[in-house]
């Protein structure tokens, strides 16, 4: 959507809308009547007089423009919106919104009073404490939950719990890139900012199917490409960024990091690296030419099954036509050797002098709201806030929280399912995560889900996971429904304001927590009024966020790290030194091959990935109009896989894994690689087969 002025008194639902009302009354005005009930179609036949702006038909119309007059156009965005955003907002008025909590007694839901669902909760967690100790219980926090929430989250775990049992979503997407960026460079987030795409000379996308699953930055991508940058996409499918490339590299899933260290082996040999950046800021050099010696292109060809003269091609491009800027998604990262494979795409940064400068870096992509927060914030075991290793934090954090962080070593979310079939976890909160929906291997999470002696569920709806194993379900508010923040995938703190009441008694998810800790005696920990009461302490915890105080960001998010309130935040890292030193060291990337290959039995590679229209696995989306625009889970196989089975699209095909079985329906959209396939998931049947 393109935000335009349309004069002071453009109206809104018969309403005069003035240029000097707040951004966020406008907003909350329009939100309100959208979610009522009144759809796109119902807004396109609304007459000139009603909208402030062109009439149906004519140049520059759209419906909901007017009520945007003045708004600053957001940094990412520019003022446009992905059609989830900008359609698929219906889920806040659902008719199964969670209005009131409930208790499961004898099989039966039971809705409940707020004192005593708190109540069951909190006896619930002292109990198992009591007979089993705190390595039994753990939280998880939501990438759709704000950043204080999953702040108060973690530090619930930590100071009432005596856990660091905590996790959230980004152990199995965000946690690989950031680690790599921690480990090599010294800061686990993106090393530029967005606008950065347009600086770029070489645009380099791995694992990123960019225009489906981030639509504002692929556009961007898109739009750089037509004016002129020269676009490298490295994907097992012929993805829509793919018809806008220089160069198209399709690897066998797997195999990225023989590709990527074949293309530094291709920089090297030809001569290609930044040798005065190489010498000011980079250690290793000799060590890591060795180790990657072996890795000709010819050598990676026959593992990748990709043309040695293309790997050579986008080595050149992308060493030469500098600057160069790399956008990772999970293709890269949801791997065995995830962490690794963006610590290999470094690599090729350090090589080339692309880190540190305009239209450079390595900048993983963001699927969830705020998957980038819910880890920055704590919700990882062995880190506090800020990525902060408990070690290097505990005086910081253990002077406001007055209380000492738990000694042992935590469990992330996999481990606890682990340790759950094995009988040493016995609780666990779920805070907007629909961990029985979206985990791999659902036989197997089945198991773990069904062996607790508590499982809370902290949700809008009831989600697959509440349905089949949930004791208590807790109504939280939706992002509309609450004030907190934000941090987007630059490192962008961002103000979220409440716009409508709460459905219910539905509260958000600060005061869900901050209510169950007193009811375990901790409240005093907990006495917060406000969501900028949580986020001044994540301030005065947190060096890099101390300058970013809710007043700042009132008109436009800051980037971190900004460590005073005169400091203007940063938009790129690393630009004279890096954070983990004055220099980086280069690693050696050694391939493990998957266990994931084909055999007679099982002939076919299967890879998921999200979907255009839907967030990803529809616990939202799935609940407005968007869902008529992909109805159904989809297989998409290369078409040569297609004929050679006699397939045809839309034809019902029963696949069977290692793990399970589904059927669905095929198609056949011009993937590259033969012998695999893809699944565009928005369903439960996903987890069923993976």
């Known amino acids: 959507m393109h935000v335009e002025s349309h004069g002071p008194e453009a109206k809104f639902a018969g309403e005069a809308v003035h240029e000097d009302r707040p951004a966020a009354e406008r907003i909350a005005e329009v939100v309100d009547y959208l979610a009522a009930g009144h759809d796109s179609e119902e807004a396109a036949s609304w007459p000139v007089d009603r909208l402030g702006s062109p009439a149906p038909g004519q140049p520059g119309f759209h419906p909901y423009r007017r009520f945007l007059a003045d708004i600053p156009i957001a940094h990412v965005s520019k003022g446009h919106l992905c059609v989830k955003g900008r359609y698929a907002f219906g889920f806040v008025s659902a008719t199964d919104r969670i ?20 109540g069951v909760v909190a006896d619930g967690f002292r109990a198992l404490l009591e007979r089993y100790g705190p390595d039994s219980v753990g939280v998880l926090g939501s990438a759709r939950a704000t950043n204080e929430e999953n702040y108060l989250a973690q530090k619930f775990a930590r100071v009432v719990l005596g856990t660091n049992n905590v996790d959230c979503c980004a152990r199995v997407c965000h946690a690989p890139s950031a680690a790599a960026l921690k480990t090599m460079l010294g800061a686990g987030a993106a090393t530029n900012c967005f606008d950065d795409i347009e600086r770029a000379r070489t645009i380099l996308a791995c694992g990123a ?34 018809e806008y490339a220089a ?5 066998r899933p797997g195999t990225n990091i023989p590709l990527l260290n074949a293309m530094a082996q291709t920089i090297v040999k030809e001569g290609l690296g930044d040798e005065a950046f190489l010498a000011a800021r980079v250690d290793g050099l000799e060590a890591y030419i060795r180790s990657i010696e072996p890795w000709t292109p010819e050598h990676a060809s026959g593992i990748c099954g990709v043309d040695a003269g293309l790997i050579r091609e986008a080595a050149r491009l992308y060493a030469s036509e500098r600057p160069s800027m790399s956008m990772n ?14 610590m290999a795409l470094i690599n090729l940064a350090l090589l080339t002098g692309n880190i540190g400068k305009p239209g450079t870096g ?7 709201t705020n998957v980038q927060g819910a880890a920055h914030m704590g919700c990882e075991p062995g880190l506090l806030t800020g990525s902060t290793p408990i070690a290097a934090g505990r005086e910081v954090f253990e002077r406001p929280w007055g209380s000492r962080i738990p000694e042992r070593s935590g469990w992330h979310l996999l481990e606890m399912m682990d340790a759950a079939v ?22 197997e999470t089945r198991r773990a889900l069904a062996a607790l002696e508590l499982l809370v569920v902290q949700d809008m709806f009831l989600n697959e996971t509440a349905r089949a194993f949930a004791h208590v379900i807790l109504p939280a508010c939706s992002s509309f429904e609450k004030d907190g923040t934000f941090m987007n995938a630059e490192r962008r703190i961002q103000r979220v304001r409440k716009a409508l009441p709460p459905v219910g008694q539905s509260r958000s998810d600060w005061e869900i927590i901050c209510a ?22 994540v301030r005065a915890v947190w060096k890099g966020g101390h300058g970013i105080s809710y007043a700042r960001i009132e008109a436009e998010g800051l980037q971190w790290p900004c460590p005073s309130e005169d400091h203007p935040g940063t938009d790129i890292l690393h630009r004279d030194s890096f954070a983990a030193g004055g220099r980086a060291r280069l690693r050696a990337i050694e391939f493990r091959p998957t266990e994931g290959t084909t055999n007679p039995e099982y002939p076919f590679l299967l890879t998921t990935g999200r979907t255009l229209h839907q967030f990803n696995a529809g616990t939202m989306t799935g609940r407005t109009a968007n869902a008529v625009l992909r109805p159904t889970d989809l297989l998409e196989m290369a078409p040569a896989d297609a004929a050679r089975l006699s397939l045809h699209d839309g034809e019902q095909v029963r696949l069977v894994s290692r793990y399970g079985r589904a059927v669905l329906p095929c198609r056949s959209p011009g993937a590259s690689s033969q012998a695999s396939c893809s699944r565009r998931f928005t369903r439960a049947t996903c987890s069923s087969i993976t």
């Open 362 to 368: 390595v900048n993983p992509l963001r699927g969830q």
């Open 209 to 242: 199917n960019a225009t489906e699953n981030h639509p504002i930055v692929g556009a961007r991508i898109k739009q750089a490409a037509l004016a002129g940058a020269h676009l490298i996409v490295i994907d097992p499918r012929r993805i829509e960024l793919a």
């Open 422 to 443: 094995d009988g040493r976890f016995k609780g666990l909160w779920a805070i907007g995560y629909d961990v029985y929906l979206t985990n791999a291997n659902a036989s």
């Open 329 to 342: 998604g999970l293709g890269l990262t949801e791997h065995v050797q995830g962490t690794e494979t963006v």
């Open 516 to 537: 169950v800790a007193r009811g375990m005696g901790k409240g005093s920990a907990f006495a917060y009024a406000t969501s900028e009461d949580i986020w001044d302490e």
């Open 247 to 251: 160069c198209h590299v399709a690897p």
């Open 99 to 118: 209005a009131e909590p409930m208790i499961r007694r004898d099989g039966v839901w039971k809705t409940a009073s707020w004192d005593d669902a708190v």
